[in-house]
């Protein structure tokens, strides 16, 4: 644990460190000294509470699958998660880093890989349809902006692709078992890992099972769950 904490801080000294090189001390106080306190408050009690809820989704998806750890666990996979997003490009890192977090504290990889694609599902669909619905208000608006609205138009249509493609993939086996028996993605991984390339592929396999039951023992026995989640 006091490992874990002195690579924490680390980290995050190393980020402060960057931004004061990059932007300039002066740049950064001159900043902060404009900035309306209220405003800095209430982004702490948000980004506080953004921590916490997501802590909670994975401390009720990880207790329904009869993985029970402390609370603080769940509240350093939210922290580090949200921080490997913020520093990987395109957020690519938060979500593995948040399954290999849960699987390093003895959480199985089949359950942890349902746990975070879960909550990713959550919340993308909520930010689908809190999309579409200021799509539907600012219709009018969008459409009538020279350019950019055509744009906006063509991204939303793509998004909303995109989002049924990825659900898609995410709970279909078949697509799952076909990504990752793809020799660019196992032979890469058999290297990293110093594995035969076959050995890698039925493993993977084992891993997406235990994935995809994961999946549909938590929806069969408990869909309260799921709903708690997306609501959270």
Do not use: C
Request: cysteine-free; hydrophobic content about 55%; proline content about 3%.
């Amino acid at each position: 644990m006091k490992a874990r904490l002195i690579w924490t801080i680390f980290l995050g000294l190393g980020v402060i460190v960057l931004l004061f090189s990059v932007i300039g001390s002066k740049e950064i106080f001159a900043t902060l000294k404009n900035v309306n306190p209220l405003v800095i408050l209430l982004l702490g009690i948000t980004v506080f509470t953004i921590t916490l809820l997501d802590s909670t989704r994975t401390y009720i998806l990880s207790k329904s699958l009869g993985a029970r750890l402390p609370f603080k666990v769940y509240l350093e996979n939210t922290i580090m998660g949200f921080y490997f997003s913020a520093v990987t490009p395109f957020a690519a890192g938060g979500q593995p880093f948040q399954i290999y977090h849960l699987v390093k504290n003895s959480v199985e990889l089949g359950k942890a890989s349902m746990i975070v694609a879960a909550k990713f599902i959550s919340s993308f669909t909520s930010a689908v349809l809190l999309g579409i619905l200021a799509f539907i208000f600012l219709f009018e608006e969008i459409k009538g902006i020279r350019l950019i609205g055509p744009i906006i138009l063509v991204g939303v249509f793509a998004t909303l692709a995109f989002y049924f493609l990825f659900i898609t993939f995410l709970l279909n086996r078949k697509w799952i078992e076909s990504f990752f028996s793809l020799k660019i993605v196992t032979v890469p991984i058999a290297f990293v890992l110093r594995k035969d390339a076959d050995v890698v592929r039925d493993s993977v396999k084992d891993k997406v099972e235990n994935y995809m039951n994961a999946f549909e023992t938590l929806w069969k026995s408990s869909k309260k769950v799921f709903f708690t989640i997306f609501i959270l």
